[in-house]
Nanobody
Framework: QLQLEESGGDLVQPGGSLRLACAAS????????IGWFRQTPGKEREGVSC????????TYGDSVKDRFTISRNYADDTVYLQLNSLKAEDTAIYYC??????????????????WGQGTQVTVSS
């Protein structure tokens, strides 16, 4: 089972950028598709982006397309999410999650077996 730990959340002004990291350990990194999700109080957790185990497929939610970029580094078993042109509505706790031998065809939460603890992103002036 893969263990995940997020980092990189911070307070940033509208229009600014952040890079989130999801460090993995405990299993073969390339076996897992990794998804990023976010959640605000009172709302359901929503899928933001996903990258396949091979790194060849990346998907994005409509609200972040063209602003966020996902990537993965096999040298340090880490998935990154670059957040650009941030808006107030991007404020949320961001979580990464792993799906073993799965693809990025779904953001359904039950398909992801391992979750990190989350990192807070706040976009405010």
């Amino acid at each position: 089972q893969l263990q995940l730990e997020e980092s990189g959340g911070d307070l940033v002004q509208p229009g600014g950028s952040l890079r989130l990291a999801c460090a993995a350990s405990g299993d073969v990194f390339s076996y897992y598709a990794i998804g990023w999700f976010r959640q605000t109080p009172g709302k359901e957790r929503e899928g933001v982006s996903c990258i396949s185990g091979s790194g060849s497929v990346a998907t994005y939610g409509d609200s972040v397309k063209d602003r966020f970029t996902i990537s993965r580094n096999y040298a340090d078993d880490t998935v990154y999410l670059q957040l650009n042109s941030l808006k107030a509505e991007d404020t949320a706790i961001y979580y990464c999650a792993a799906r073993k031998f799965g693809d990025c065809s779904t953001y359904q939460l039950s398909f992801y077996s391992s979750w990190g603890q989350g990192t807070q992103v706040t976009v405010s002036s």
